[in-house]
């Protein structure tokens, strides 16, 4: 077995190493959100290391430092968050492994927190009636009316909204323009933003569903005790994501009538997480390992 052999071998039993670790840190008060299990979730992430490849073709588990990818490991599993379940994807950067929140593991940490959160965004599109207003007393914006008809339905969109919860138990609506959604897709690495357009619908929603959590997320104490979320370092969906629909026949859906939703219930604590701040308590030698 040469060098490259023994280096990869050796990223190979990382993910052991962090499981052993995260068992050692539970007995002395680590918590995991309750559907979450970690030697899961770090062995299906292996599984799908060893698939992934650099931007010069190279395998991940070969190009990236043994101590990046434990801090990653690590970082996913203060988430409560599954590479393998696409809760999460694994990036190279330079010789780093991140780990960054894919749209469906973000859904998944606002539901853990307003378990009855239903993650439903509505396109407003050119020919529709649509007034939002700021309440004065409780700050929250609130939906005035939307009303649509069948022929816009394919006409180009001019923003987008949908209902988030809040600690008070009431819900606060979340607008984007499509300004602002178009300026989410340019982050992309696609240029001509093929998928986006042939999907704009399910697109759309996805892009202010992403966004919308990140502030809910951004903003819980201690929620996981990790760092914020920086969407300019994030990848997007659409660049992972392989759609089974005919993209010739894309199937556009009407948005729903507005009306007031029934208020969510109260939220539940997240899970307490050690107090580093999300730094890794692992060695930064290979040799302590």
Same mark, same amino acid.
């Given at each position: 077995?040469?060098?490259?052999?023994?280096?990869?071998?050796?990223?190979?039993?990382?993910?052991?190493?962090?499981?052993?670790?995260?068992?050692?840190?539970s007995?002395?008060?680590?918590?995991?959100?309750?559907?979450?299990?970690a030697?899961? #979730?770090?062995?299906?992430?292996?599984?799908?290391?060893?698939? &992934?490849?650099?931007?010069?073709?190279?395998?991940a588990?070969?190009?990236?430092?043994?101590e990046?990818?434990?801090?990653?490991?690590?970082?996913?599993? &203060?988430?409560? &968050?599954?590479?393998?379940? =696409?809760?999460?994807?694994?990036?190279?950067?330079?010789?780093?492994?991140?780990?960054? *929140?894919?749209? +469906?593991?973000k859904v998944?940490?606002?539901?853990?927190? +307003?378990?009855?959160?239903?993650?439903?965004?509505?396109?407003?599109?050119?020919?529709?009636? $649509?007034?939002?207003?700021?309440?004065?007393d409780s700050?929250?914006?609130?939906?005035?009316?939307?009303?649509?008809?069948?022929?816009?339905?394919?006409?180009? +969109?001019?923003?987008?909204?949908?209902?988030?919860?809040?600690?008070?138990?009431?819900?606060?609506?979340?607008?984007?323009? !499509?300004?602002?959604?178009? !300026? !989410?897709?340019?982050k992309?690495?696609?240029?001509?933003?093929?998928?986006?357009?042939?999907?704009?619908?399910?697109?759309?929603?996805?892009?202010?569903i992403?966004?919308?959590?990140?502030?809910?997320?951004?903003?819980?104490?201690?929620?996981? #005790?990790?760092?914020?979320?920086?969407?300019?370092?994030?990848?997007?969906?659409a660049?992972?994501?392989?759609f089974e629909?005919?993209? =010739?026949? *894309?199937?556009?859906?009407?948005?729903?009538p507005?009306?007031e939703?029934?208020?969510?219930?109260?939220?539940?604590?997240?899970?307490?997480?050690?107090?580093?701040?999300?730094?890794?308590?692992?060695p930064?030698?290979?040799?302590? $390992?």
């Amino acid at each position: 077995m040469d060098e490259r052999q023994k280096q990869v071998a050796l990223r190979n039993d990382v993910g052991e190493q962090v499981i052993t670790r995260i068992n050692q840190l539970s007995e002395t008060g680590l918590q995991m959100p309750k559907d979450f299990h970690a030697p899961t #979730a770090i062995r299906m992430t292996m599984l799908k290391l060893q698939e &992934l490849k650099d931007k010069n073709n190279k395998p991940a588990l070969e190009v990236c430092t043994k101590e990046s990818i434990a801090n990653a490991l690590f970082r996913m599993c &203060l988430w409560g &968050l599954n590479c393998g379940l =696409n809760q999460a994807y694994p990036i190279v950067r330079g010789n780093q492994l991140c780990i960054d *929140p894919s749209y +469906f593991g973000k859904v998944l940490m606002v539901k853990r927190i +307003f378990p009855n959160w239903n993650p439903k965004a509505h396109v407003v599109r050119e020919g529709d009636e $649509f007034e939002f207003e700021i309440d004065k007393d409780s700050g929250l914006t609130k939906l005035v009316k939307h009303k649509t008809k069948l022929e816009n339905i394919d006409k180009d +969109f001019v923003g987008a909204y949908i209902y988030m919860p809040t600690a008070s138990g009431e819900l606060d609506l979340y607008v984007m323009t !499509a300004k602002q959604i178009r !300026a !989410a897709w340019a982050k992309s690495s696609s240029t001509t933003q093929a998928t986006h357009k042939a999907f704009d619908q399910k697109m759309i929603s996805k892009t202010i569903i992403n966004s919308a959590c990140n502030m809910i997320i951004n903003s819980t104490p201690s929620i996981y #005790a990790d760092d914020s979320f920086d969407e300019s370092q994030q990848v997007t969906d659409a660049e992972y994501e392989v759609f089974e629909e005919d993209e =010739n026949k *894309p199937q556009p859906q009407v948005a729903a009538p507005a009306q007031e939703p029934t208020p969510v219930p109260q939220p539940q604590q997240p899970a307490s997480a050690p107090a580093n701040n999300g730094e890794v308590p692992f060695p930064q030698n290979d040799d302590d $390992f």
